[in-house]
């Protein structure tokens, strides 16, 4: 079975995460280069470089 998610709402930011755009509070600066997203419950997750322009794109930044 393939579930396949809205793109308006989920976006990868790393092999291990996809992130749900809904549960995002902001973006955090980590290490040289690197950020983080911060979510609703405070937990944060890595963001691959490779990542950041969709990430961009679909948060319209």
Not at 7 to 32: A, C, M, P, Q, W
């Amino acid at each position: 079975m393939i579930i396949t998610l809205d793109s308006k709402n989920f976006v990868r930011i790393h092999r291990s995460y996809i992130l749900n755009i809904d549960e995002l509070t902001g973006i955090e600066s980590f290490e040289k280069n690197s950020y983080r997203a911060v979510l609703k419950d405070g937990t944060r997750i890595p963001i691959i470089r490779n990542s950041s322009g969709s990430l961009k794109e679909t948060l319209g930044i």
